[in-house]
């Protein structure tokens, strides 16, 4: 391994984001950048491997490449309790959010342990290294006090957020959003990095989970010394696709004028942020698909349900999913998602059950019209659904 500058990123969810994003930054700064995630280990164009590189496997895989000149790791929480982080000299960290997800595993049995394994991530900084917080999340906020943490830079959708002005009071760094406009305090001035309507992934600013993901990695990206217009450079070229960012907030245009959202949300948290998205976005009629992975408690998968229902879907499909029963028999996720459902008000004749993602999305296209939208919550088969998608 050599010595190069390393952030590392953790959170509920955003963080496969965040670290794309990260990379895009880099490139835009013309650097030889390589992450970790959950998908692959890549540095450049290059795939070194696929699969779940969350962990210091995957670190120390990425960083033994000679031709890395930067790095971003994703860090999950069960490489945290397996394994502890790979280094301890990063440039920065950031935590995107801390929810309710997998309670129950490794011995952590609340929101507050979560918080507690999140931010050991915060160890694994230097010296000057900076901490980059979410002051819009209740899970880091109430985790934050009195934990002795190093400097810190907070990021939030609202300028007016009390810990952003804190901030601001005390001279330290942060980031938030106001008038339409992201900015950067350095501490001393507000810099304005760029619109928010010119950051492809925020979808005009209807994507606001990826604002927050945007604000963050402004904050990263700064406390790596990469300058303001690397940083716009970077936002401006990230796109919501499955190129730059596959599986997450993908759109495809139907030839009907329909739209379908493609996004691997998988827990109550991530559905809330995807599904805040669709409400802003114009459909005659809605569609949803998805599915549950079987390591999760019954509410908590209901849940999942409860947080589609929001958008008032006219048509869900709920997937099985064979490869994540994970101890549960199969049709019995999907019952409890068919029943949280129902008890959402939905008609038995606007349920359909499918085999597979795959199945799920031919049976949805099959009947999708003119103006529909369809929010596809896609956990297995992606790149066939994907593939799908592109053969219409």
């Not at 507000?190 to 945007?214: E, F, K, W, Y």
Request: contains cysteine; hydrophobic residues 45%.
């Amino acid at each position: 391994m050599h010595d190069i500058p390393v952030a590392l990123v953790t959170g509920t969810n955003g963080k496969s984001t965040s670290v794309r994003l990260l990379d895009a930054i880099a490139r835009a700064a013309l650097q030889v950048s390589g992450i970790t995630s959950t998908d692959f280990v890549r540095v450049g164009d290059e795939v070194l491997d696929q699969g779940d590189y969350s962990g210091p496997g995957g670190a120390r895989l990425l960083l033994r490449d000679p031709r890395l000149e930067v790095a971003f790791l994703e860090v999950a929480r069960g490489g945290i309790l397996r394994r502890g982080l790979a280094v301890h000299h990063a440039r920065a960290a950031l935590v995107t959010n801390v929810a309710a997800d997998h309670l129950g595993q490794y011995g952590v049995n609340t929101l507050a342990a979560l918080a507690a394994t999140k931010f050991v991530v915060g160890k694994g900084l230097a010296d000057d290294g900076v901490l980059v917080l979410n002051a819009d999340d209740a899970g880091i906020v109430e985790h934050l006090p009195d934990k002795g943490l190093p400097d810190l830079c907070w990021f939030s959708l609202d300028r007016e957020n009390p810990l952003i002005a804190q901030q601001i009071a005390r001279q330290g760094p942060c980031c938030y959003a106001e008038g339409g406009e992201i900015f950067r305090f350095d501490g001393s001035e507000s810099v304005c990095i760029c619109a928010i309507d010119a950051i492809p992934m925020t979808l005009n600013g209807a994507a606001r989970h990826n604002v927050q993901n945007a604000l963050g990695a402004v904050g990263v990206a700064s406390a790596m010394g990469f300058t303001d217009a690397q940083i716009r450079d970077g936002l401006q070229r990230f796109r919501s696709d499955e190129s730059d960012n596959p599986g997450r907030m993908n759109i495809f245009e139907l030839e009907n004028s329909g739209r379908v959202i493609v996004d691997f949300a998988h827990n109550a948290h991530g559905v809330a942020a995807v599904v805040e998205t669709a409400r802003r976005m114009s459909a005659r009629r809605k569609w949803a698909l998805f599915g549950s992975a079987g390591d999760r408690s019954d509410a908590e998968i209901a849940a999942i349900a409860d947080g589609i229902c929001a958008i008032d879907p006219d048509q869900v499909v709920i997937t099985e999913l064979e490869s994540y029963l994970r101890g549960r028999e199969p049709g019995e996720v999907s019952a409890i998602l068919r029943r949280a459902c129902r008890e959402q008000g939905l008609a038995e004749n606007q349920i359909h059950i499918a085999d597979s993602p795959l199945a799920g999305v031919r049976h949805a296209l099959e009947h999708m019209e003119a103006e529909d939208l369809g929010l596809f919550l896609v956990l297995s088969e992606r790149e066939q659904v994907v593939d799908y998608l592109h053969s219409l």
